[in-house]
Structure formats: C-alpha cells, structure tokens
C-alpha cells in the first residue's frame, strides 16, 4: 500500500515536469528569431554587406547556417558519433539507453545515451546552456521531457540545424559555422570528411588535449570511411587547433567605419540589453561603391610614393546635403602598425586648408573683399616666444597682391596679416565653431594659427568644409540613417556659423582657376571639368598634405603622410593628396556634372581695376557683399618703404659665450643700392661705411640699440633692435 502513492506521486511530479518543459522549449521559429550572432553585419545604404565586427565577446557565434548549407559529411559525422539512430528515434534512443545501462552496471566505457534532441533540449533550457545538475536524474528526467516536446513540435530536419548553430565546440566557438571559420578557414558547406569529423570529436570533446582529438576524429573517420586509413589526421588536428580566430568569410572594406558606426549606435541605444539587442545586420549611410573607389585610389596613389617616405593616408566622402558618410578610408598603408591607426580621426597640423575660414570671417566682418590689397613681404611679429617670422612655399615674395590672388594662391604671409587683423580668440572661436575642437585657447598657438599650427582631425576638417557648401550652415556627420517616423535627435542641430555672402566669395575664389594659376599653374590636380572649390595645405617639415573640397553634391577630403608623424620626401598637397581628391571627385560625378552656387541675396558684381603697387593683378570682375564695393583698399599699406632690409625692426639676437665673437658678427644690409651721401648710424654714432651698397658688418654687444639710414643729415629708415647674451670683448665701432 506504502509504494502505490509514492508511484502516484512519481508520476504526477513527473507530468508535472513534464508540462513545466512543454510550456518553457521555445518554437523553431522562436530560437531562430532570439539567435543572435557576436558578429554584426554592417550593409551599406542600399543593403550590401560591407564589413563584419564583434559586438559581443561572451562567446564567438557567426550567422545562422541553415542545414542545406551544411556540407554532406559533417552531417554525417555529427550523427555517427553523436546519435547513429537519429533519423528513426523520437527523441530518446532507447536501445541506447539499454546497453549505456548495461555498461555502467558491468563498470564498461561506452558512449553516453544522450541523443541530438535531447542535448538540444538541454541547450534550450534555463540560461541556454547544459543543465547545471549534469547526469543526475532530475537532469535526465528534463533532458528526456524536452527531447519527446521537440519531436512532437519540430521537424528532424530542424532540429538537427539548430543542434548545429548551438552546440559548443572548443574554446569560446558555439555554432558550426564559427567553429568552421576559425579552425578550417571555411564555411561549413566546404568541411570535408576530415574536418567533419574533427568538428565531430570537438563536441564531445570540447577542450580536450590535441592527441586526444585526433584520436576520436579517427574513429568518426573511419565509421564514415570503412577500410580508410587515418593518415596525418593527428597532425592536421594539430595545425587545426592553433589556429587563431579570423574575421569572418567576405568583404571587409570598412574595418575604420565599423569603429565609428558602433560608436553612433550605441550612443542611439542600439546594443544595451534585452531592450535594444544588437541585430544580425545593421544599415549604414556607407555606399559601397564609394567605400571602395576611395580604398583603390588611395592604395594606387601610395604606391606611387613609395619612394618618397610615404605609408598611409585616409579618405572621407561626404554627402552635403545630410552630412552622411558615404566612405570613410581610415587607413590604407601596408605596414601593420599604420592599419591600426584611423588617418580619419587622428589629430594632425592641417597646414593651409584653414585659410578659406580666415578670410571668410574677414569678408563677414567687412575687413577684406576679394579685391583688397595684402601686403606679401618678409614680416616679422612679436609673440611671448620671440618673434614669428612666416615664410612663403616657394620662399618668394608677390608684393601687394589682391584677397583672390593670396587665398587662391595659397600665400601664407598674407594669411597670417589678415587673420591678425581678425586677432587669434576671434580665429579659434571660429574654428570651434566649426567643430575644429582646438584644444587650446587661440593665444597658445600665436599668429601661426592662420597657416595650421593646431591639430584637428580629417573627419572634423571635411565637415567643416562641408558647411562651406551648404552656405555657411554646419551640422554633424551622420553614419545611420534617419528613421522618417522617429522624431530628430536634438543633440547638436544644424546652426548658422558662417555668413552665407561671405561664403559665397570664399567659395567662388577656391573654384577659380585662374586665382591660383601663380603658385599651381593652370593645369594641376586641383582643376575639374565641373564646378569644385578645393584647397590643399602642407604641414610644416612635409609631415602632412591635404586636399579638401566640395562640389554641389559632396565633400571630399584626403590625407596622406605617416601614421609615425615621420616627414616624407618632396611630397606635397598637389602631388600627394589631391589627385587621391581629383580622380575621386571625378568618379563621384562621372554620370552627373557638378553645378555652381547660385550667388545669394546681398552679393553683387563689379569691374575692378588695380594700379599702384598692384599693377600685376589684372583688372576683372569681382565679387562683394553690397555696400564694399567701393572699399577696394590696401590693407596695412607702409608709410615709409622699408629701406634697411636687415635687421628687421623689433629683432632680438641672443650672443652666444662659447662662440668666438669675430664669428658672430651682424650684417647691416639695404635693400637698394647706397648712394655715397648714405651714412650708418648706431645709437647716435656715425659708423665707418663699406663701399655704397655693400654689407655693413658690426660686432654686437648687449643692449637695445637704434640703426638709423641717413642721407647727409636726413634719417630715412630707422629701426630698433635688442642683442641678449653674454658681452664679448666691447670694440671701438668699425
């Protein structure tokens, strides 16, 4: 009577239980929607797979492979050495249940009674993972429950797949497929009848040693292939375990982008849990053609500068009218250490692509027109460290040259006295602006900030471009594309930074041709058969050039140098960077020529004509915001024409002791031939002349000193200069 309720409650516990695993095993459908791969897709804008990355480092699971994908043999392995009476079972294999009881009651070894679908079921429960109890009773009173559920609710077919995309092999690989890359480089359609059975010793085998999954794969091996040998399976599986995980099977044309895009996602809640997974594939605003017309150009251009010290460089396309990026090339040199850095995002010197912004906010505030004079001769300006002395590409002087001709012709001096005029705070609130995110204030880089001295990075640099073609209005870059039933993100909306008039005048000077014929000629890189404003700019010791630039349509921008900041040989923006730019900007608009700018309201055209200094400037039509038409003046002109050309007024030389003092003689020099009536004067002393027109050498000694120009008793240059240092032996003036 005592054992008639204790079966009763056996058995109810064990309905019981088994309702409990009917109503917890997810469908088919169910585990193939919640299956999610640790490598997400990234697919360009029209859909096409463009790069793989890992978003979850838990474990190494790859796309979902269907059983069709499945090659033969590993079908085959998985079933000889995991469950011979698969296909004929349902779901508990009790014939092996018989002789695995039989084995352990005589202390035999045998394979365990486990079938596909009950390991499978063991898989779909708590955690998805193998039941924490092991081979207990409770655990195979489960594992038994869930094999009968599945094979009332599943197809064989389909639980074989899933067994296969969920099943453990070695190490952190889950799934056939991850497991098929990593150790044979494959996918799983391609496994042969060696590798099948590796993979199938793997499983019941997970971290064991190498001689010991060699040797179970034999077995499989020869279950599959009666009277075949096992000849160099012991040293394949060897090999085969070493093995390092790769990444994945096709087209890996973005590793760069991929870095930002996830950025831009999970700042957008993409990948935080249960409520926002990560999919198996995400959208981009990446174009696919785009993406590897910038990667092949770029490799072409830097195999032509092998020989000049040149390993890297990036590229960016921009759309204007969204800010999406439609490439992004951060790196495309040879050397290992240059591929881990993205070009895109580094902080380099951008040497003259900052002017345009210069001389824009000198047209807003009404400082400069494109006819105004700049005064291109050797300057000399005091900052905390000394005095800045800015020089020219080419080491040569224009004189008095026109707003056009010093933008266009990329001249640095006139550069560096406009954006003096402007002042370095109101310069790099400017660039701040323009999301340039200096990382000083304007003050710490001195006048030298008009020709690039502070970093900023392509990214950055291209956008702020990119607000150049959209007219004065900036907004960021955008790597998703927009949900049209989502509502905007207000983080950083576009805003008006630059006037719209004055942009127009900067953008017509960097598309005219003719403006920067003086230092490219007619015919370089940067001339385009349809409408492009571009600028180039090199850093100082050619450690970095750049092109930028914009059409109607897109914003390209390119650099080239090294990843080391090491300088290259005789490279610079014409002949690194922009022909990267020119073939792109071609190819972008190869079907649809770019069109112009229509001139905005409060701009007008007018004849100009030069005279004076500024004879060599031709007279033309120019373009001004109304009402400055008439202020084509000479910026800074010089009241007296400076006379004595060395040394410069304001110079300060420093003496050095441990250098004999005959070898650190100064040299007074004119910049025009000395009549005989021409005398030296220094602090109020006549100085015994050299012959008219010669140098006039003198031996320095500390002290603040006037040098005065006189013509019989009428001073015509004077300047004042400081020596520092050690005093040599004083000498009567000579």
């Not at 453990?168 to 042969?192: C, I, M, N, Q, Y």
């Not at 005029?421 to 999301?435: D, I, S, Y």
């Not at 990382?439 to 008009?450: K, N, Q, S």
Request: glycine content about 8%; some cysteine.
């Amino acid at each position: 009577m005592t054992r008639r309720p204790a079966a009763i409650l056996w058995a109810a516990m064990a309905l019981g239980f088994a309702t409990t695993v009917v109503h917890a095993l997810p469908s088919y459908q169910q585990v193939r929607q919640a299956y999610t791969p640790s490598d997400l897709s990234l697919l360009d804008r029209h859909g096409q797979p463009l790069q793989t990355v890992r978003v979850d480092n838990r474990a190494r699971r790859l796309s979902w492979v269907g059983l069709q994908e499945v090659s033969p043999a590993l079908r085959m392995a998985i079933v000889l050495s995991e469950d011979q009476r698969f296909w004929a079972h349902g779901g508990v294999d009790w014939r092996a249940v018989a002789a695995s009881t039989w084995a352990n009651a005589w202390n035999q070894r045998t394979r365990g009674a486990s079938t596909v679908t009950m390991q499978l079921a063991g898989l779909l429960d708590k955690a998805q993972a193998r039941p924490a109890d092991g081979r207990s009773i409770t655990g195979k009173l489960r594992q038994t429950m869930g094999a009968a559920t599945l094979e009332r609710q599943w197809r064989k077919s389909d639980i074989l797949e899933a067994y296969l995309n969920l099943v453990p092999f070695r190490g952190e690989l889950v799934g056939l497929h991850a497991l098929s890359l990593t150790l044979f480089g494959k996918h799983p359609s391609g496994l042969d009848a060696q590798e099948a059975a590796i993979a199938a010793a793997l499983v019941r085998g997970p971290n064991a040693a190498p001689a010991v999954v060699s040797q179970r794969a034999c077995q499989v091996l020869r279950q599959m292939q009666p009277g075949q040998g096992c000849a160099g399976l012991a040293l394949f599986t060897q090999a085969a375990l070493q093995r390092k995980g790769g990444m994945p099977l096709g087209e890996q044309a973005a590793p760069h982008a991929a870095r930002q895009v996830l950025q831009a996602a999970r700042e957008a809640g993409q990948g935080k849990g249960a409520a926002a997974p990560w999919p198996s594939a995400l959208r981009t605003t990446l174009d696919a053609t785009t993406q590897r017309l910038a990667t092949q150009l770029l490799k072409q251009q830097l195999a032509e500068l092998g020989r000049r010290d040149v390993e890297d460089g990036a590229v960016i396309v921009l759309d204007n009218a969204t800010g999406d990026v439609l490439a992004w090339v951060g790196s495309a040199g040879s050397l290992a250490s240059a591929r881990e850095v993205d070009g895109v995002i580094a902080r380099r010197q951008p040497g003259s692509t900052l002017k345009p912004f210069i001389y824009e906010l000198a047209f807003e505030r009404r400082l400069l027109t494109p006819a105004s004079l700049l005064d291109d001769s050797p300057v000399q300006m005091p900052t905390t460290n000394g005095l800045y002395t800015p020089q020219n590409y080419d080491r040569q002087f224009k004189g008095w040259v026109s707003t056009r001709h010093a933008l266009g012709s990329s001249l640095n001096i006139p550069a560096v006295r406009a954006g003096a005029m402007l002042g370095e705070q109101a310069v790099a609130q400017r660039f701040n602006a323009l999301g340039l995110a200096l990382r000083e204030p304007g003050g710490f880089y001195g006048p030298g900030l008009a020709l690039g001295s502070a970093e900023v990075t392509l990214r950055d640099l291209a956008n702020a471009y990119r607000a150049l073609a959209q007219g004065g209005v900036w907004s960021p870059v955008r790597w998703l594309p927009i949900d049209t039933k989502a509502r905007p993100s207000a983080a950083q909306p576009p805003r008006r930074v630059m006037q719209p008039q004055a942009v127009y005048l900067v953008t017509h000077i960097l598309a005219d041709n003719s403006a920067r014929a003086a230092t490219f000629g007619l015919d370089s890189q940067l001339a385009t058969r349809g409408f492009a404003a571009v600028k180039t700019g090199t850093s100082k010791d050619m450690r970095d050039n750049w092109c930028l630039g914009y059409s109607d349509r897109y914003t390209v921008g390119v650099w080239i140098g090294n990843a080391s900041g090491a300088p290259m040989q005789a490279v610079s923006g014409t002949t690194g960077a922009a022909p990267v730019w020119s073939r792109l900007m071609a190819e972008l608009h190869r079907g649809t020529p770019s069109r112009p700018p229509t001139p905005p309201a409060g701009v007008i055209e007018q004849p100009v004509r030069f005279a004076g200094w500024a004879q060599a400037e031709p007279a033309r039509d120019e373009w001004f915001i109304a009402g400055t038409q008439q202020a084509v003046w000479q910026v800074q002109p010089p009241p007296v024409l400076r006379v004595i050309r060395n040394p410069q007024d304001s110079a300060i030389y420093a003496l050095d002791p441990d250098i004999p003092p005959n070898v650190q003689r100064l040299s007074f020099e004119t910049g025009t031939v000395l009549g005989r009536r021409h005398s030296w004067w220094l602090d109020g002393k006549r100085l015994r002349t050299t012959s008219a027109g010669s140098p006039q050498p003198w031996l320095p000694w500390p002290g603040r000193h006037t040098l005065e120009l006189r013509e019989g008793n009428t001073v015509i240059d004077r300047v004042r200069f400081e020596v520092r240092g050690a005093a040599p032996r004083r000498q009567a003036a000579s």
